[in-house]
């Protein structure tokens, strides 16, 4: 799979046309395919090479089997837990996702969920379709100088607490991301967990569905959520939600609940039971562990308000998100750049020019390297030298990875799996930095690799745009060796000029040309040698007698 190479686009669910025609104005076929079964989905998509879909369409790990093509799933909307993530890094499918495309729908709706529980308005309208007008039952409260804890801050929460504080409101939060002097910009006071439980009176969570927030009793444990945390895979249940038993326990009696960010958040077990006996005074609840719910004690319950997952429909958020994601994904196949990327963080920045060369450096050296070692199995190194390649081991190091398991077992290696496959095969990669690179390449840096505890190493550069190697095992290349292409590499005596004329009688019978021949210094009596070819060489058995090692790669 040639990332950047797409050509048939799957729609499997209702969006904005603006999705559809931005698409096809990048020179992409699509098909739009609403309300597939699962059977269906299976079938269309074994030759499509995206799929875009919203919270509906389940990106299982069956699904991602069946896409043979596929080479990035986008999610017009925030949440991906409706994507199986780790079985689309594992095939090398990117994921990505429209984070601020619903964001303010999500914030408004939260805050008019707000507004209903603190004056039952719901409740109120039913009451008076119903013929009845009973002013004294629909009895409610002023939000000026209540208190609201916002748990996770970052785009949806920070909307609703600056929206909300307009109506008089104290707003709290909590985030392990986002810094308390970030969060004092916009008016939130950030407190451990443990106090925010008895201070408020109103709660609402803009998190994702992480075992963090499924599973956290509210120690304040310093765990990646609020929004910024990596989404879990679509098979990952809750458990026992931020708020449950014990949380609701330390509440204020009446708190009211908020959650229009994912099901599971809150334990809905235990909401029951705190909206029983009167614990929790109010719950408004857009989504549900189960959508939708099989159970409906918890919407029947005359104190909740309960929507069908609405948080993003609205005609601007769906414009939005279909309008990003559409962009997202032309701006991918015509290798403009990556944006809103899930899994793949590190090819945000492959597609610039000026990195290209330096990713085909990396896989490479971990080619070389691996060829060389005879092993996948172990510790290797990425050290990068040099200030210009200051940020680059968050690209250059799954790049290594990648270029260490193109000879193994695997279908594909890409820089979405590389790092996953590499420990699944056993091998631990580690990335350091210096700033400073021996000369000639001070100014623009050189990649190391290593394998630790044995002698294999290899360092390259990149001249112009060509990859080159400087030196290998400690033996160095006087002018730097190309890594393109078919090339033989071979250590022999230094002494025996054997090798070369029988490699150039190897040549003339193969119809083959030596493009280039580079020779490293002496070690050990010995030396290295790499030779450019313009095409492989089907037998190398009359080399191998004159030579210690001989291996033959196409990079």
Not at 171 to 190: K, L, M, N, R
Not at 505 to 520: D, I, R, T, V
């Amino acid at each position: 799979m040639a990332l950047g190479k797409l050509q048939k686009v799957l729609i499997s669910e209702s969006l904005d046309p603006c999705c559809r025609e931005i698409l096809q104005a990048g020179g992409l076929r699509v098909q739009e395919k609403p309300g597939l079964s699962k059977e269906e989905l299976l079938r269309e998509i074994r030759d499509c090479d995206g799929l875009i879909v919203r919270s509906a369409t389940k990106v299982t790990a069956e699904v991602l089997e069946a896409a043979e093509r596929l080479q990035v799933v986008g999610r017009a909307g925030t949440g991906v837990d409706n994507v199986d993530v780790e079985a689309a890094t594992r095939k090398g499918v990117l994921v990505m996702n429209t984070p601020t495309g619903n964001s303010l729908s999500a914030a408004e709706l939260t805050c008019g969920m707000i507004l209903c529980l603190a004056r039952q308005i719901p409740q109120a309208a039913a009451s008076m379709k119903e013929g009845k007008w009973d002013r004294k039952k629909y009895m409610g409260m002023e939000l000026n100088g209540k208190t609201l804890a916002v748990l996770g801050l970052g785009r949806i929460g920070r909307e609703v607490a600056t929206r909300m504080q307009a109506f008089g409101m104290k707003t709290i939060g909590y985030d392990p991301i986002i810094t308390p002097d970030v969060s004092a910009t916009f008016g939130v006071e950030q407190l451990p967990l443990e106090q925010i439980w008895p201070r408020c009176d109103f709660i609402t969570v803009h998190t994702p569905l992480l075992p963090s927030t499924t599973g956290m009793s509210g120690h304040g444990h310093r765990e990646v959520w609020g929004e910024l945390g990596q989404p879990p895979s679509a098979h990952s249940p809750p458990s026992a939600g931020l708020l449950n038993d014990s949380t609701f326990a330390k509440c204020r009696r009446g708190v009211q609940v908020v959650n229009c960010a994912r099901g599971g958040i809150v334990d809905e077990g235990a909401l029951l039971r705190a909206l029983q006996s009167g614990q929790c005074g109010g719950a408004a609840l857009d989504v549900f562990t189960q959508e939708p719910p099989k159970d409906r004690d918890l919407v029947n319950h005359p104190n909740v308000i309960s929507c069908p997952h609405l948080g993003a429909s609205t005609r601007e958020a769906q414009s939005r998100c279909g309008k990003e994601i559409a962009m997202q994904i032309v701006d991918m196949a015509t290798g403009k750049g990556l944006t809103g990327v899930v899994n793949g963080q590190a090819l945000s920045k492959a597609f610039a020019p000026q990195t290209k060369p330096w990713i085909a450096l990396a896989r490479a050296l971990g080619t070389v390297l691996c060829t060389v070692g005879k092993q996948v199995q172990g510790s290797m190194q990425v050290c990068t030298l040099g200030t210009p390649l200051k940020e680059a081991g968050s690209y250059l190091t799954p790049a290594v990875a990648a270029g260490m398991l193109a000879g193994g077992t695997q279908k594909e290696v890409t820089l979405v799996n590389a790092t996953l496959l590499a420990q699944e095969a056993g091998l631990k990669v580690t990335a350091t930095h210096s700033d400073v690179a021996p000369e000639p390449d001070s100014s623009t840096g050189l990649v190391q690799v290593s394998l630790q505890g044995t002698p294999h190493q290899v360092t390259g550069t990149v001249q112009g745009s060509t990859p080159v190697l400087r030196q290998i095992n400690g033996a160095t290349f006087k002018l730097p060796a190309p890594l393109s292409g078919p090339i033989l590499i071979y250590r022999a005596k230094a002494s025996d000029t054997s090798a070369l004329a029988t490699l150039t009688g190897l040549l003339s019978k193969a119809g083959a040309q030596l493009l280039s021949y580079h020779s490293s210094s002496t070690v050990a009596g010995e030396q290295w040698s790499i030779v450019g070819l313009s095409a492989p060489l089907p037998n190398l058995g009359e080399l191998k007698p004159r030579v210690t090692e001989i291996f033959q790669l196409h990079l």
